[in-house]
């Protein structure tokens, strides 16, 4: 009697059960709303167009070639912070697995001992001690797990994000642990940008209207830079705040869910225990710190076909794989949502389309039992006999 | 890419039970695992080789996110290239990541599924708690 092994790459996120949505392979990862950002698109893009196409050639001709040169350059600056940041993993922690979520509830209640009937149980609160002060990791009932400190539920995304700072409808995206540097460049960068397209059409304006030589005698029309000058000057009152913002944030090294809570006001003597209480080196943690991994990599293994139900029935926690394997459909972490993306292909033959950064070493092959953490998550001919 | 083998050659035990070490917060939100060995485990393991993996498990995890000269220059390089060079090369991060990856199959190879476990690299938790699993002992000195 023989068995067909497939080998498959199993994608993370195809199971992720949070509000998300992802492309190009999972390596897109993005809220569900994007209407926000797709105006935010159109806002840089289109005001940057107008400018290139009817400031610059006025600007290279007058003033310097090099104007147009630097604000083409800020131009992509600001772009690929913004994608980095709309599509970027923002530190999505994942969600507790069964077996993880039981052991948790077991330690739960053997900590909080026989409540009385009637009464309710305590709210389930673990206390951790960060540099001598007493930090409350709070139980997150939809992901079932106790959250790290600084981690926060999203519920637009449905996520427990690492490091939460807010969610940002401007880029699609929560903005995170893994995409907070992103956010912050993208701010700065659009502030320079938008300052600087705001300062060259006053110039550009003024020179119109008292021209300083005789090539530009001409009083063209100056609708469009109207139109720049406008976009600019709201923009700028928004984003050059929120850059001011933030960086008075990361000097303290805070997070803007912790501001507006009022974690480390100073009541109580409550301290910040994550600052090192040197600007410098809070600056430096936050902008120029490690890249954090993101939990969503490929994780290649192999699976017997005929032999998963028979390893898997024979223990009573695995029922549900043995349902999983049934169903190729279900949802491994049984939960109220539904994942819309989690339509794993039923393909005999491995996908091989990594990316560089998100592909674990093939060598960690997990041993063949398929249980449900280990993403046994394929269609398998169904061998009938045990 | 079907490969057959013959079912003797897959017959594996089915998971008792599982484990799970959870962080250990007192130093920050640096990624660290409590050391403390679990009481599930005392008939398998020896505590002096538990804490051996998770400590070297932990000073992996450190050097990856230390702070210093290095990873300043890395960050600092990176931002001016507005991190289109992350698509050529590989963080540190994801250097050391590689290597606990191959520390972690080379612990189960050698240690953990002699005895009937395995540990589940972290990061497939995201970071959030080492899992071992506990398989049923059927036949005594079964190995891999």
Request: net charge positive.
């Amino acid at each position: 009697m023989s068995a067909v092994m497939i080998t498959r790459k199993v994608r993370k996120w195809e199971k992720l059960p949070g509000k998300n949505t992802f492309c190009c392979d999972g390596r897109v990862m993005m809220a569900r709303q994007k209407g926000v950002f797709y105006l935010t698109l159109f806002l840089i893009i289109g005001t940057c167009s107008l400018f290139f196409a009817f400031e610059c050639p006025y600007l290279a001709v007058h003033l310097s070639p090099a104007i147009p040169v630097f604000a083409a350059l800020l131009f992509l600056f600001v772009m690929a912070m913004l994608l980095r940041t709309s599509f970027s993993d923002p530190g999505v922690l994942p969600r507790a697995l069964p077996e993880e979520a039981t052991f948790i509830e077991m330690e739960i209640e053997a900590a909080n001992g026989n409540v009385p009937a009637g009464q309710r149980p305590p709210p389930r609160i673990r206390n951790v001690q960060i540099n001598n002060q007493i930090v409350k990791l709070k139980y997150c009932y939809t992901c079932k797990i106790f959250r790290p400190p600084r981690a926060s539920h999203c519920s637009i995304c449905d996520n427990c994000v690492d490091r939460f700072d807010h969610h940002c409808p401007w880029v699609g995206n929560c903005v995170g642990k893994r995409n907070y540097r992103y956010f912050y460049l993208f701010t700065l960068s659009l502030s320079l940008l938008t300052i600087y397209i705001f300062t060259f059409d006053i110039v550009h304006v003024v020179m119109r209207e008292y021209p300083v030589s005789h090539l530009c005698s001409q009083k063209e029309q100056t609708g469009f830079t109207v139109l720049e000058v406008l976009v600019c000057f709201f923009t700028l009152w928004s984003v050059v705040g929120l850059t001011g913002f933030h960086t008075y944030l990361i000097s303290l090294n805070q997070t803007t869910n912790e501001d507006i809570k009022g974690s480390w006001s100073g009541k109580n003597r409550v301290q910040n225990p994550y600052s090192h209480k040197n600007i410098i080196k809070n600056c430096c943690e936050v902008l120029c710190g490690p890249t954090y991994p993101s939990a969503f990599v490929y994780v290649k293994l192999l699976i017997p076909a005929g032999l998963s139900s028979v390893a898997l029935t024979a223990s009573a926690s695995f029922q549900h794989a043995v349902l999983c394997l049934q169903k190729t459909t279900a949802p491994l972490i049984p939960n109220e949502h539904t994942p819309d993306d989690a339509k794993p292909s039923i393909a005999a033959s491995a996908e091989k389309s990594p990316s560089p950064k998100e592909e674990l070493p093939p060598a960690s092959k997990l041993p063949p039992l398929a249980s449900p953490e280990t993403d046994a998550e394929t269609s398998i001919a169904k061998d009938k006999t045990h | 890419m079907a490969e057959t083998h013959s079912l003797q050659d897959l017959q594996q035990p089915a998971v008792s039970s599982k484990v799970f070490v959870q962080r250990d917060y007192s130093s920050g939100t640096i990624c660290r695992f409590q050391t403390k060995f679990p009481s599930e485990l005392e008939s398998r393991l020896d505590k002096q080789q538990f804490e051996e993996t998770i400590q070297t498990l932990n000073n992996l995890y450190a050097e990856a996110e230390k702070l210093g000269g290095k990873s300043y220059l890395e960050g600092c390089l990176a931002c001016l290239t507005a991190y289109t060079i992350f698509l050529c090369m590989e963080t540190h991060y994801e250097k050391v990541l590689k290597k606990i990856a191959r520390y972690i199959k080379d612990q189960n190879e050698k240690i953990y599924a002699p005895r009937g476990l395995l540990l589940t690299d972290p990061i497939e938790r995201g970071l959030r708690v080492v899992e071992v699993t506990i398989f049923e002992d059927r036949s005594i000195g079964s190995g891999r």
